[in-house]
T-cell receptor, first 117, second 115 residues
Framework: GAVVSQHPSRVICKSGTSVKIECRSLDFQATTMFWYRQFPKQSLMLMAT?????????EQGVEKDKFLINHASLTLSTLTVTSAHPEDSSFYIC?????????????FGEGSRLTVL | AQSVAQPEDQVNVAEGNPLTVKCTYS??????LFWYVQYPNRGLQFLLKYITGDNLVKGSYGFEAEFNKSQTSFHLKKPSALVSDSALYFCAVRDSNFGNEKLTFGTGTRLTIIP
């Protein structure tokens, strides 16, 4: 199946710093990628839809200035957590589809665990 | 709006017994239904999907799911559970009316297979 790579898998940072997480589709082009946040023992919360060449679409309640998304190419989307605080500590997961118009499954990265001290 | 319900937070099954993880959905159009599995500190792995056709769908690792339109359900099943099946399972739905790839996930069911 298609492969989505996410990096870094773990990151620890100090409060107030910014952290960038990369999501790459390795063997297919993804015009759309999705960013999720998962709290311990909870489901995935969709944060935003990343669109190649245009602005991301954020879900209600997600601060777009806090969570910057850039989809610079058909194989790369980045999520930057700006001025991170301990409450931003979470497991962040990206996903991408194969552009099948809705009938295909999404492929997920391995996730990035962010810990803000 | 599309939604998914997984009524059981936790399911425990003895190794070798059949297992069922329940899922019901709500969409305005025709549903596209998916099951994913998540192991600790990992992303989600695709198991199977229903788009159209045969109501019984077979997927990875011996799992299958049955689409039941009248009951709006898509329960995940396996005839004989393995300890390695212990993981977190997510049901997801996409509304065919929307024509995009956005998925709505259930809250997840933690499956524990007891040796």
């Amino acid at each position: 199946g298609a492969v989505v790579s996410q990096h870094p898998s773990r990151v620890i940072c100090k409060s107030g710093t910014s952290v960038k997480i990369e999501c790459r589709s390795l063997d297919f082009q993804a015009t759309t990628m999705f960013w999720y946040r998962q709290f311990p023992k909870q489901s995935l919360m969709l944060m935003a839809t990343s669109n190649e060449g245009s602005k991301a679409t954020y879900e209600q309640g997600v601060e777009k200035d806090k969570f910057l998304i850039n989809h610079a190419s058909l194989t790369l989307s980045t999520l930057t957590v700006t001025s991170a605080h301990p409450e931003d500590s979470s497991f962040y997961i990206c996903s991408a589809g194969g552009g099948t118009g809705g009938t295909g499954e999404l492929f997920f990265g391995e996730g990035s665990r962010l810990t803000v001290l | 709006a599309q939604s998914v319900a997984q009524p059981e937070d936790q399911v425990n099954v003895a190794e070798g017994n059949p297992l069922t993880v329940k899922c019901t959905y709500s969409v305005s159009g025709n549903p596209y239904l998916f099951w994913y599995v998540q192991y600790p500190n990992r992303g989600l792995q695709f198991l199977l999907k229903y788009i159209t056709g045969d109501n019984l769908v077979k997927g990875s690792y011996g799992f299958e799911a049955e689409f039941n339109k009248s009951q709006t359900s898509f329960h995940l099943k396996k005839p004989s559970a393995l300890v390695s099946d212990s993981a977190l399972y997510f049901c997801a739905v996409r509304d065919s009316n929307f024509g995009n790839e956005k998925l709505t996930f259930g809250t997840g069911t933690r499956l524990t297979i007891i040796p």
